[in-house]
């Protein structure tokens, strides 16, 4: 039987979550949307909220079937509701509720492994580790991945220590589908690691578990992790499966041919730096937890769960940082587990102070953290759009060509010299340059003056038109007075 929890314990949860919320909120309104993973995400979910296709994702003009749609309904859902569709903390609003439901399962899960301090800080650890900061207030699919995954995981293992109930099963098999539709395969490893679990524990410590209840759940998950893909090929006629993207992406993933590749002992430094500060303790925190795991069951399941996902993501030859993601909850519920127990004196109005000097790190993190590669780039984007907005196409060239895309709100044409985009341009066809300014000094000048020109940070960025159009009055009014920000 669970214990109950103090109610310090329970207030200074509540205040942590609430802190989690508004942290995660001001890091999404304040990091710039510049790595690729969001902005496909971003960019997808643009389209979709300004009446695109809501089964056929688009990005730069190209269907996109690579991956599942969830992480890019998630995002269209709160453009369309706001009526903007340029703001990465409008589309990221979600990806934060969603990191915040997980601090809560971590402290249910933690609460149940070592009462109510092991909850406490089983929700605080995430929450003050780097890799929290770097990603979770971003709109990726490794964020509803991470989520879902957890929650069919804490299902699953409440399962194996004999809660073998139809909720159980339902919410396990629905959290399954679901992170298979943020990200895909994935989705499975906590099945996984249920499997194994189940098979190295002593037979007669197994509790029953009823096969009619484990079949039908396996089948809700599969069906609801395909959902997607019957709807594309009912209604739309399409394949994912056949359509030449991902013909050509699933093999890559597990051979050489990745642009993600790394050595096989890749994660064994990534995982403790992005757990930091947590990772400087994390090979001691593993040690003890072997040492215990033949004893607690919760420790096995958990260490079964992290070894699963560890093989997998070290034997594919793809390998970033963020993929590391998904051995955050079980890292962080073994240590909470290990420091509840080495100190279980604590008084739990001690929770209060804890709680307060957490939220002043986390706020340290927040304002110490850099806020993107281009942190200035994008009010340059939105002050062009004058220009940009009516003009019949825009020609880009310098960054990544999909930021110019989402702060542009329109599609774009990338090219990779400044005087190759002006030569194709026709007349009212605009051009923007942003660049660091030793391009700049290496490029061959546009021989035009630019209407508006941006320096800050190293960073520059200009904007033309190729003469010859046929201007609105505004238009012209706004050309006639250029602006120069930090010029």
């Known amino acids: 039987m669970t214990r109950p929890v103090h109610p310090d314990l329970r207030r200074g949860s509540l205040i942590l979550l609430l802190i989690a919320i508004m942290a995660g909120m001001a890091m999404a309104a304040r990091v710039a949307a510049s790595r690729q993973q969001e902005l496909r995400v971003l960019i997808c979910a643009r389209n979709m909220a300004q009446g695109g296709d809501l089964l056929v994702p688009e990005f730069q003009e190209q269907t996109r079937l ?24 409008v589309a990221r609003a979600p990806f934060v509720f969603a990191s915040c439901s997980l601090l809560a399962l971590l402290g249910l899960w933690g609460r149940s492994l070592a009462g109510g301090w092991g909850g406490a800080l089983a929700m605080s650890l995430p929450f003050a580790s780097v890799g929290w900061w770097r990603h979770m207030s971003l709109a990726e699919t490794d964020l509803p991945l991470l989520a879902f995954s957890s929650l069919a995981a804490w299902s699953l293992w409440r399962i194996a220590a004999g809660e073998d109930s139809a909720r159980r099963w339902f919410v396990a098999a629905a959290a399954t589908g ?145 993929y590391a993601l998904q051995m955050l909850p079980a890292c962080v519920l073994l240590t909470a587990r290990e420091l509840a127990r080495s100190r279980p004196g604590l008084s739990p109005r001690l929770v209060f102070p804890i709680m307060v000097v957490a939220a002043a790190l986390s706020l340290a993190v927040l304002a110490g953290l850099p806020v993107g590669r ?107 007075w250029p602006s120069r920000a930090g010029s």
């Open 66 to 89: 690579r991956k599942p749609p969830l992480a890019y309904w998630m995002a269209a859902l709160p453009m369309r509701l706001a009526g903007v569709t340029d703001s990465p903390a």
């Open 178 to 322: 679901l992170a298979f539709l943020a990200k895909g395969p994935a989705a499975f490893l906590p099945w996984v690691a249920f499997g194994v679990f189940r098979l190295s524990g002593p037979v007669a410590e197994r509790p029953r578990v009823r096969r009619g209840r484990l079949a039908a759940a396996l089948l809700l998950s599969v069906l609801l992790a395909f959902s997607w893909h019957l709807a594309l090929w009912a209604f739309r006629g399409l394949s994912p499966f056949s359509a030449g993207q991902v013909a050509a992406d699933l093999p890559a993933t597990f051979t050489d041919q990745t642009a993600h590749h790394g050595p096989w002992f890749y994660y064994f430094y990534t995982l403790p730096k992005l757990l930091l500060p947590l990772g400087l303790v994390l090979p001691w925190i593993l040690w003890r937890s072997l040492r215990e795991a033949r004893a607690d069951a919760g420790v096995r399941f958990l260490l079964i769960w992290l070894g699963v996902v560890f093989l997998l993501m070290s034997l594919i030859p793809s390998k970033q940082e963020h």
């Open 374 to 480: 281009h942190p200035a780039l994008p009010g340059f984007f939105r002050s062009c759009r004058p220009v940009t907005d009516p003009a019949p196409l825009v020609h880009v060239c310098g960054i990544n060509s999909a930021v110019f895309d989402f702060y542009l709100g329109r599609h774009v044409h990338n090219v990779d010299q400044p005087m190759q985009a002006w030569r194709r341009a026709r007349r009212g066809e605009a051009v923007v340059v942003a660049a660091r300014e030793s391009d700049f000094a290496a490029w061959q000048t546009i021989p035009a003056q630019p209407l508006k020109v941006h320096r800050t940070g190293g960073m520059q960025g200009a904007l033309y038109v190729k003469p010859g159009a046929s201007f609105t009055s505004n238009f012209s009014s706004w050309v006639r």
